[in-house]
DNA sequence: CTTTCGTGTCAACACCTGGTGACTTATCCT
DNA sequence: AGGATAAGTCACCAGGTGTTGACACGAAAG
């Protein structure tokens, strides 16, 4: 096995990792210090000196980037394809948002960093395709995309386990569409 | 302060009651068999005497009827209403849908609870109105409404805070039929 | 070589959790 | 009244939690 390098930025950014993917698989009080110290093969208490408390490391751990694109200028018809697969990449390549979505059903504090994310990223992504009452439709397009992934990854109800991305597409892009621009 | 009549049938009514409360308000793990006990003012041993563990309370807890009406018969044009009529009475009347969705997001028998009602009772309302896939458009219209729930009672994203139910009426009823008829 | 300092470990704390089994107390039946 | 039985209480356990402060190690600088 070979030794872990005394390098604290980039056990910093393991412990980081280990906790996403702890977070995202158990939720936020299910995940506990010891087992995202564990898996990375350090002290528990380490994890309290780089990150002051288990909130703390939440708060750094479910940072959360969804990558929107600058929507100016992309024709109303495509603006739902775009949407899905910005969706589909952030949701099945980063295990970021799972874990947000897990925490914030019972933590206020990821329950605030989810608002966060829709009042700093999606409401100004969509307030550039729609011209009128974007946080109404910005919130009404995250309960969409939301309410999916909470099906697909967290309930796993099977119709939706075994949606082609096609097929989201086609079911999501009129009802996105809808929320957009009527 | 009257002194608590030595019934059990009521006295587990009464901790059936206070754990629903609980499980909404706290999700799975943060609600603790003391928290519940002391709510009734009973002592914690009983819970587990009446309900074997903390899984068997929220089972018990956990078994919901969403109430749907029979829709056969029911015009293409009034079915959302019915349908959002519907889940305003559920989800704003009675705790126990908010506790099994908290509860859903960290809790596996949570989450089999939850495709449960689905299968048992979303799926064959919805059977009655349409001709074909109807589990697929029964994910579909559960994935809405969790994510109209999530945003609205847990997330509380101000836009679908403040909406009444006619907005929500007229935002969701189209999405609604597209899932159902198309 | 020694000092210094960042990196990480160790042992322990105070607390809370679900769960158990023996006990007490109220209620009902004869 | 008095005993049987249901209803509820009590003290406790074993294990796990976040968090703490003192300590050990290793590399780089003097």
Known sequence: MPARPRDAASTRDDLLDAARRRFAADGYDRTTIRAVAGDVGVDPALVIRYFGSKEGLFTRAADLDLGLPDLTGVRAGDLSKVLVDRFFAVWEGDPTFLALLRA???????????????????????????????????????????????????????????????QAQAWLGPTLRHYLLD
């Open 104 to 166: 914030a059903a019972t933590s206020e504090v990821a329950a605030d960093a989810m608002r966060g994310v829709f009042a700093r990223q999606v409401g100004p992504a969509l307030a550039a395709v729609t011209d009128d009452r974007a946080p109404e439709r910005a919130a009404l397009v995250g309960a969409t995309v939301l309410g999916f992934a909470l099906g697909r990854y967290v309930l796993r109800l099977p119709p939706l386990v075994a949606m082609t991305r096609d």
